[in-house]
């Protein structure tokens, strides 16, 4: 299984100078996060997306978060579940969304499936990775993206 990364969590690690992600983009009381995800060669089910390393006290609100699609199949299936590595309780790849179809174009609210989010908020309790995991995929298109948009409150 393979762990590729967005565009932020490239930046953030390699911290230099040079590369530090801008902080008003992952800090402030509510904070917004935009990743982009490039689809690379040999991408498959069950790999995994490092989107955005937030700290802890972090609250990720599904019902005004998203991800877009520009249609990442040529056919086939594409589902995808956003999750995180906070191991504090318990790391959980769908914590915040669960089996989102994102094959064809289109834009999903993280709250668009029942997730455990949606009924008990969970607050990030240590410095975490969100993360993004191919449920299933099938004939990806190399070069295609997805573009996760998360808006965090800060506790």
Not at 69 to 97: F, K, L
């Amino acid at each position: 299984m393979a762990e590729f990364s967005s565009d932020i969590a490239a930046l953030q690690a390699d911290p230099t100078a040079k590369n530090l992600a801008d902080p008003i983009k992952v800090y402030g009381g509510m904070a917004y996060c935009e990743a982009t995800v490039t689809l690379e060669s040999g991408v498959a089910a069950a790999d995994t997306v490092l989107l955005v390393k937030v700290p802890a006290n972090f609250r990720l609100l599904d019902h005004l978060s998203t991800v877009a699609s520009e249609g990442i199949v040529t056919s086939g299936v594409a589902t995808i579940d956003i999750g995180d590595d906070d191991d504090s309780t318990a790391a959980d790849t769908d914590r915040y969304a669960d089996g989102l179809d994102v094959a064809a174009a289109g834009v999903d609210l993280f709250n668009a499936n029942s997730a455990a989010q949606r009924l008990t908020p969970y607050t990030i309790r240590q410095t975490s990775w969100i993360k993004l995991t191919f449920a299933t995929l099938t004939t990806p298109v190399v070069g295609k993206k997805l573009v996760v948009k998360m808006v965090f409150a800060c506790l």
